[in-house]
């Protein structure tokens, strides 16, 4: 079992930047990556960014591609996504979790319980 715990989330005004934290814990060497998503009401699940724990390789989203920053701390176990530039639509629950180097939300076997982000305009 994978443990994840994210944190970081609030309300911020359109412009401006938060950075959220992923711990994990548990088997974390049975997951090659992790993975950023994040939910609006009404919608599924969207891809926001991911990482390879060994490599660093990362992948965006072309909606958050040279805003967000997905980081790790191979260290401490912890995934970070530095979110700036923020706007409206990225107002959702932002969730972390733990698989393979994709995109499909399928590919991760565990998830975070959320942390949400609120940008005001």
């Known amino acids: 079992q994978v443990q994840l715990v994210e944190s970081g989330g609030g309300l911020v005004q359109a412009g401006g930047s938060l950075r959220l934290s992923c711990a994990a814990s548990?088997?974390?060497?049975?997951?090659?990556?992790m993975g950023w998503f994040r939910q609006a009401p009404g919608q599924e699940h969207e891809f926001v960014a991911t990482i390879s724990w060994s490599s660093g390789t990362t992948y965006y989203a072309d909606s958050v591609k040279g805003r967000f920053t997905i980081s790790r701390d191979s260290a401490k176990r912890t995934v970070y996504l530095q979110m700036n530039s923020l706007k409206p639509e990225d107002t959702a629950v932002y969730y972390c979790?733990?698989?393979?180097?994709?995109?499909?939300?399928?590919?991760?076997?565990?998830w975070g319980r959320g942390t949400q982000v609120t940008v005001s305009s």
């Open positions: 979790a733990a698989g393979e180097l994709y995109s499909d939300p399928n590919q991760y076997a565990y």
């Open positions: 548990g088997r974390t060497f049975s997951s090659s990556a």
